[in-house]
T-cell receptor, first 112, second 112 residues
Framework: NAGVTQTPKFQVLKTGQSMTLQCAQD?????MYWYRQDPGMGLRLIYY???????DKGEVPNGYNVSRLNKREFSLRLESAAPSQTSVYFC???????????FGDGTRLSIL | SQKIEQNSEALNIQEGKTATLTCNYT??????LQWYRQDPGRGPVFLLL?????KEKRKERLKVTFDTTLKQSLFHITASQPADSATYLC???????????FGSGTRLSIRP
């Protein structure tokens, strides 16, 4: 009964390095999301995938790319990490876009 | 632009009392409004969803109201317990919107 699994849980990068955050869900959900959460700013949507084969930008997509590899997996890539991307990243999934979301426990990313 | 406001200050409540959290939104006409709970170091967990044509929704000790005229949702926890201490996030969603916007959350502390 894993739900949404994110890897890694923690990561430290140097400015300019690249990194892919992995997310997988085992609930057969159609929609998946990537958020970042910064102190005092709440969750901000980076990218989402309404269904397998589609991806769309959210509120803060700059500096990120995503891949919906299959129905289960949705990855987030930082091509050239910047200190402003230090944050906690959450992946979520839902049956459809308007349905309640199930979240993973996050990846804590620090960019030095 | 769309804006979500939740109690900016932490809320401290005596055990057994009713906690009331506020979510106000502007420049927005959501068809649904969701409430989530987030514990430190964990991802948000879905609690309740209320639709625009529903005035009130209940689940055990939780009650949510949705006033589309005031552009406000209230979240109540009755007979509060220390285990209810967490951050609570509201998230309005439009009927055709493909994006969900989260408030920054209200930190609730229930003292014994």
């Amino acid at each position: 009964n894993a739900g949404v699994t994110q890897t890694p849980k923690f990561q430290v990068l140097k400015t300019g390095q690249s990194m892919t955050l992995q997310c997988a869900q085992d609930m057969n959900h159609n929609s998946m999301y990537w958020y970042r959460q910064d102190p005092g700013m709440g969750l901000r949507l980076i990218y989402y995938s309404a269904s397998e084969g589609t991806t769309d930008k959210g509120e803060v997509p700059n500096g990120y790319n995503v891949s919906r590899l299959n129905k289960r997996e949705f990855s987030l890539r930082l091509e050239s990490a910047a200190p402003s991307q230090t944050s906690v990243y959450f992946c979520a999934s839902s049956e459809e876009l308007t349905q309640p979301q199930h979240f993973g426990d996050g990846t804590r990313l620090s960019i030095l | 632009s769309q804006k979500i406001e939740q109690n900016s200050e932490a809320l401290n409540i005596q055990e057994g009392k009713t906690a009331t959290l506020t979510c106000n939104y502007t420049n927005y006409s959501p068809a649904y409004l969701q409430w989530y709970r987030q514990d430190p170091g964990r991802g948000p967990v879905f609690l309740l969803l209320i639709r625009e044509n529903e005035k009130e929704k209940r689940k055990e000790r939780l009650k949510v109201t949705f006033d589309t005229t005031l552009k406000q949702s209230l979240f109540h926890i009755t007979a509060s317990q220390p285990a209810d201490s967490a951050t609570y996030l509201c998230a309005p969603l439009g009927s055709s919107a493909s994006k969900i916007i989260f408030g920054s959350g209200t930190r609730l502390s229930i003292r014994p």
